[in-house]
């Protein structure tokens, strides 16, 4: 790029817009309604929600029915000899008909079946907490890509105000070194200069459409789509430690999938326990037999009728199969148990730790915004002292560099006092609809 004669003609270039700018605009609540909308991760775990409720059912207190049939049909040919020498055929045709009519009610099962309806439930509501923590993820990924995108779009402004910097400084340096005020040198450092703002500026962009086209691939939308954002980061009031850490307890998804888990390994004791019951259920039939035969005597022989009773099974001994399963289903829930006290703790020591980020992040933003506009004022003293020339080039540029980096950390710090906020709403499980009406 330093061997291109036309500068001009370079920084014209430079200066063209993204494709993205001047189109329609987005705001963040209608990025994530087209996520939301239309986001293959959300569809999968919506339908597994439906399976899942799909699951509750009044099965195990319904009795089963089921009919059964079966027919058969034979025809078998003879040809013998009788006393006298003459051959006699015949044809023996037979038919048989079996069905039946089976029902079977049970009626007590140790209350495996209060058990089994309570677990439906419950693997319902874990369904339910996984598709929350899918949606909560998703938002947060888009509000993250969102401010991304802000704080580039801003890094771009900021790149170029330094590239018209550096191009100002070209000029003059230029004008002078025309006019035999200077031997070159100054010029074609500052040349130097101007050519990397330049070449900083073309990889922003690129960064920023990228972007873009992550943003877009999350809502699922042509990753060459007309949308722009145009907006700011504009962080929350300080947020309170302790309250962050009591909604977590009580609204964190995680923490909540958890204590149903709790319930359903209680559930799964219970059941394990059912077995060690009597059990008693009811069946009824009705059944149909038909047997039909040309040779039989009556020639076809027909039953029918209804049948019903009880059956009652009392567990006596089963090489103590049932105590295993008991013990086994009781350690599952002491481990169901200390599973939700770790995410407890592991959730309050990433809450405060996240806190504490965050909290500097806020304080960093005030001393970055001094440090920004007290650049900017050297900055601006110091283009009127080069341009009178009482200011060297290594200098000047030195001041440039003071601003833009103040300028960077002011942008990073708002971005990222931005994120942990997110962060730390997604930690209490109140992301989704705390962030969408900001």
């Not at 605009?25 to 309604?33: D, G, I, Q």
């Not at 947020?239 to 958890?258: F, H, K, P, Q, Y």
């Not at 002292?385 to 300028?407: C, H, P, T, V, W």
Request: charged share 20%; glycine share 4%; proline share 3%.
């Amino acid at each position: 790029m330093t061997n291109r004669t036309n500068i001009i003609a370079f920084l014209t270039l430079l200066s063209l817009p993204l494709s993205l700018k001047g189109q329609q605009p987005l705001t963040l609540r209608e990025c994530v309604a087209f996520a939301l909308n239309n986001n293959y991760s959300v569809s999968i775990s919506g339908n597994q929600v439906k399976m899942a409720e799909n699951n509750v059912t009044l099965s195990p207190f319904l009795p089963s029915l089921s009919l059964t049939t079966r027919q058969s049909s034979a025809s078998n040919g003879q040809r013998m000899m009788n006393q006298s020498g003459d051959e006699v055929s015949s044809t023996n045709n037979s038919l048989s008909v079996l069905s039946g009519l089976n029902l079977t009610w049970p009626l007590f099962d140790g209350f495996a079946m209060f058990a089994t309806r309570e677990k439906q439930e419950e693997l319902l509501n874990q369904g339910k907490y996984n598709f929350r923590s899918v949606v909560e993820n998703l938002v947060m990924k888009v509000s993250t890509q969102y401010y991304l995108i802000i704080s580039l779009q801003n890094q771009v402004k900021l790149l170029e105000e330094l590239v018209g910097i550096s191009q100002t400084r070209f000029f003059q340096a230029y004008t002078k070194y025309t006019i035999g005020k200077d031997s070159g040198l100054e010029y074609k450092q500052s040349k130097i200069y101007l050519n990397s703002d330049s070449s900083s500026l073309l990889m922003q962009k690129e960064r920023l459409k990228n972007a873009y086209i992550d943003l877009f691939r999350m809502m699922n939308v042509p990753l060459n789509s007309a949308y722009s954002i145009s907006d700011t980061i504009v962080p929350e009031p300080m947020l309170i430690m302790e309250d962050m850490i009591t909604r977590g307890m009580d609204n964190n998804t995680s923490v909540l999938a958890a204590v149903t888990g709790e319930s359903v390994a209680g559930l799964d004791i219970k059941i394990a326990e059912s077995s060690v019951y009597p059990s008693l259920s009811f069946s009824g039939g009705y059944n149909y037999n038909l047997y039909r035969n040309d040779y039989f005597p009556s020639k076809f022989d027909l039953s029918e009728g209804i049948n019903w009773g009880f059956s009652l099974s009392i567990p006596i001994f089963d090489g103590f199969e049932n105590r295993r399963k008991i013990k086994n289903a009781k350690l599952f829930a002491d481990n169901a148990r200390l599973t939700t006290l770790q995410i407890r703790q592991e959730l309050e020591s990433e809450l405060m730790q996240l806190y504490n980020l965050y909290r500097n992040n806020l304080r960093m933003i005030d001393f970055e915004k001094e440090n920004k506009e007290t650049a900017y004022l050297n900055l601006d003293a110091a283009m009127e002292k080069y341009r009178l020339g009482s200011l060297s080039g290594i200098e000047f540029r030195d001041i440039q560099l003071s601003y833009m980096n103040a300028y960077d950390r002011m942008l990073s710090s708002i971005y990222e006092a931005k994120v942990k906020e997110i962060t730390l709403h997604l930690l209490t499980g109140d992301l989704f609809p705390s962030e969408l009406d900001r």
